[in-house]
């Protein structure tokens, strides 16, 4: 909520982002991608959420730039 949203718009982007993620995953699952695929994919994709939890001040300065707040 220190990026400037609300509690009804920050649980409104975790929904998105686990809809997404799970999407991705079914569609990958339906299209036969390998499973050795679909886990490069998971890791490559928890590496750069850490790297955002570890430099949150760096990702909230972006989305701040990124949306016109200040």
Request: contains cysteine; proline residues 1%; glycine residues 10%.
């Amino acid at each position: 909520m220190r990026a400037g949203l609300t509690s009804r718009q920050t649980l409104c982007v975790i929904t998105f982002v686990a809809t997404v993620f799970a999407a991705i995953g079914i569609i990958g699952d339906l299209a036969g991608v390998p499973e050795v695929i679909m886990l490069g994919l998971f890791l490559a994709l928890f590496a750069v959420y850490a790297w955002g939890i570890l430099h949150i001040w760096k990702v909230i300065t972006w989305f701040h730039r990124i949306t016109g707040k200040v």
